[in-house]
Nanobody, 121 residues
Framework: VQLQASGGGLVQPGGSLRLSCTAS????????MGWSRQVPGKQRELVCG???????NYADSVKGRFTVSRDNAKNTVYLQMNSLKPEDTAVYYC????????????????WGQGTQVTVSS
């Protein structure tokens, strides 16, 4: 199982970016998906999550600015980031809690490789 994230980059304050993350491999089903971010020297922060039914939750720091969505048919989660601030600068990681196909039945967390988001003028 692999999670491949894309869409990061450099944007000016007040701008927008859209991140995508697709899970691939031997997957039976995906429960929750989400995004976290990390700044060097700080702990990873959970940004948002979304269930397979579409229920969402957000960190207070991004509420009203970020929107998480997913396409279950494509095993893909998106993060639309608007009104970006310099403090949103971080490496963003996608994650998924899923049931792999094959082998013993189990639920496992997986993480993507991270994509850099830089908000600067």
């Amino acid at each position: 199982v692999q999670l491949q994230a894309s869409g990061g980059g450099l944007v000016q304050p007040g701008g927008s970016l859209r991140l995508s993350c697709t899970a691939s491999g031997n997957i039976l089903s995906i429960n929750a998906m989400g995004w976290s971010r990390q700044v060097p020297g700080k702990q990873r922060e959970l940004v948002c999550g979304i269930t397979s039914e579409g229920s969402t939750n957000y960190a207070d720091s991004v509420k009203g600015r970020f929107t998480v969505s997913r396409d279950n048919a494509k095993n893909t989660v998106y993060l639309q980031m608007n009104s970006l601030k310099p403090e949103d600068t971080a490496v963003y990681y996608c994650n998924a809690v899923l049931i792999p196909s094959g082998g013993p039945l189990r639920v496992e967390p997986y993480w993507g490789q991270g994509t850099q988001v830089t908000v600067s003028s």
